[in-house]
């Protein structure tokens, strides 16, 4: 198996000539980049260890050997088709899917909301805001897939420039205020197509903080009322969608913003998995040119090759026209380094 050129963005970017970047898209290693705590392992250390769905869980991610709360899910999911045939009742299934999927969200809560407080007040927090920000400047369109806050801190204090097609915490496809309709080309849209902890269901709306609680309060009163946050967490492709159809916001956001991402696009810190394809199904729609695809340069050569690899036979199957290029995930001026 021939090796995969990994390059830096930066000659990506050159080669393009006068076509600018258009569309940005963020996976986990984004936050991850920032700190380790984002990762999906510290999600299982604290649910299993603290979270109040532990004695319910911890069996099922030990029997399956594994820390990721999607591949559970997924497993779940696949065991339910055939729980008829072997006479497994369904109702266990659901509750064991629920309690899962409950503990997520808890140790999302904890795990995706401290770490982000707690990098704010660190020395390091305006320079990488600073150099995020310069860097998704680059793109027309952000698309996070991240529950996190991350994105959220660093536009805040840019409201002006980046918006998200919400009003005063409303979203309404038919307002004017749906990204849409700003023709301003130095404006730039951010969505969240698998939600955020900041945007809630029933009815959906984003939450903000206020002059006398901070954001994480206020997203500890919408729970408690019963309030649950808007997030994809299914454990396959065909499920995830099914979650997004039943969105306003989010099946929004897959219909009119993912089909359209422009001709030339980045993703950083996402891997376009097996339970992500509907993602690339949306991309399908209107093809990209130039797809470019992070690597996370901390780890063997041998790993970022079979990474490569990996992305590159997902990503040909559903768009084969693309030209595909890898690029090393802390290149200068990439994200947060300068």
Same mark, same amino acid.
């Given at each position: 198996?021939?090796?995969?050129?990994?390059?830096?963005?930066?000659?990506?970017?050159?080669?393009?000539?006068?076509?600018?970047?258009?569309?940005?898209?963020?996976?986990?290693?984004?936050?991850?980049?920032?700190?380790?705590?984002?990762?999906?392992?510290?999600?299982?250390?604290?649910?299993?260890?603290?979270?109040?769905?532990?004695?319910?869980?911890?069996?099922?991610?030990?029997?399956?050997?594994? &820390?990721?709360?999607?591949?559970?899910?997924?497993?779940?999911?696949?065991?339910?088709?055939?729980?008829?045939?072997?006479?497994?009742?369904?109702?266990?299934?659901?509750?064991?899917?629920?309690?899962?999927?409950?503990?997520?969200?808890?140790?999302?809560?904890?795990?995706?909301?401290?770490?982000?407080?707690?990098?704010?007040?660190?020395?390091?927090?305006?320079?990488?805001?600073?150099?995020?920000?310069?860097?998704?400047?680059?793109?027309?369109?952000?698309?996070?897939?991240?529950?996190?806050? &991350?994105?959220?801190?660093?536009?805040?204090?840019?409201?002006?420039?980046?918006?998200?097609?919400?009003?005063?915490?409303?979203?309404?496809?038919?307002?004017?205020?749906?990204?849409?309709?700003?023709?301003?080309?130095?404006?730039?849209?951010?969505?969240?197509?698998?939600?955020?902890?900041?945007?809630?269901?029933?009815?959906?709306?984003?939450?903000?903080?206020?002059?006398?609680?901070?954001?994480?309060?206020?997203?500890?009163?919408?729970?408690?009322?019963?309030?649950?946050?808007?997030?994809?967490?299914?454990?396959?492709?065909?499920?995830?969608?099914?979650?997004?159809?039943?969105?306003?916001?989010?099946?929004?956001?897959?219909?009119?913003?993912?089909?359209?991402?422009?001709?030339?696009?980045?993703?950083?810190?996402?891997?376009?998995?097996?339970?992500? &394809?509907?993602?690339?199904?949306?991309?399908?729609?209107?093809?990209?040119?130039?797809?470019?695809?992070?690597?996370?340069?901390?780890?063997?050569?041998?790993?970022?090759?079979?990474?490569?690899?990996?992305?590159?036979?997902?990503?040909?199957?559903?768009?084969?026209?693309?030209?595909?290029?890898?690029?090393?995930?802390?290149?200068?001026?990439?994200?947060?380094?300068?």
């Amino acid at each position: 198996m021939n090796d995969i050129s990994i390059e830096t963005l930066g000659d990506i970017e050159k080669s393009l000539g006068n076509n600018p970047w258009n569309s940005l898209i963020l996976g986990n290693g984004a936050s991850m980049a920032l700190d380790s705590a984002f990762s999906y392992k510290s999600l299982y250390e604290y649910a299993s260890t603290k979270g109040s769905h532990r004695n319910a869980i911890t069996p099922i991610f030990q029997g399956l050997d594994t &820390t990721n709360f999607e591949h559970v899910l997924r497993v779940l999911s696949d065991i339910k088709k055939l729980a008829l045939h072997f006479g497994i009742s369904e109702s266990s299934i659901d509750t064991a899917s629920a309690a899962v999927r409950n503990a997520l969200i808890e140790a999302v809560n904890k795990k995706h909301i401290e770490p982000i407080e707690l990098i704010k007040k660190s020395s390091e927090w305006n320079t990488s805001k600073d150099n995020i920000r310069a860097f998704v400047k680059k793109f027309r369109k952000i698309i996070t897939f991240n529950y996190d806050l &991350t994105l959220y801190w660093v536009l805040i204090d840019s409201s002006k420039i980046f918006k998200d097609g919400f009003s005063h915490g409303n979203f309404d496809p038919r307002s004017p205020s749906w990204p849409s309709s700003y023709n301003d080309a130095e404006q730039k849209l951010y969505f969240y197509p698998h939600g955020s902890l900041a945007i809630v269901r029933t009815p959906e709306q984003k939450l903000a903080k206020t002059s006398s609680e901070n954001l994480r309060k206020v997203i500890d009163g919408a729970w408690a009322n019963g309030r649950d946050p808007l997030f994809v967490s299914e454990g396959t492709a065909t499920e995830k969608l099914a979650t997004i159809r039943q969105s306003l916001y989010l099946n929004t956001v897959y219909n009119q913003v993912l089909t359209k991402l422009g001709s030339n696009v980045v993703a950083y810190g996402f891997s376009f998995a097996e339970n992500d &394809t509907h993602v690339l199904d949306a991309m399908a729609t209107n093809p990209p040119s130039t797809l470019a695809v992070s690597v996370f340069s901390g780890q063997p050569d041998s790993e970022q090759q079979s990474f490569a690899h990996d992305v590159s036979s997902r990503v040909r199957k559903k768009l084969p026209n693309a030209t595909l290029r890898f690029f090393h995930h802390d290149d200068p001026g990439v994200w947060i380094f300068p």
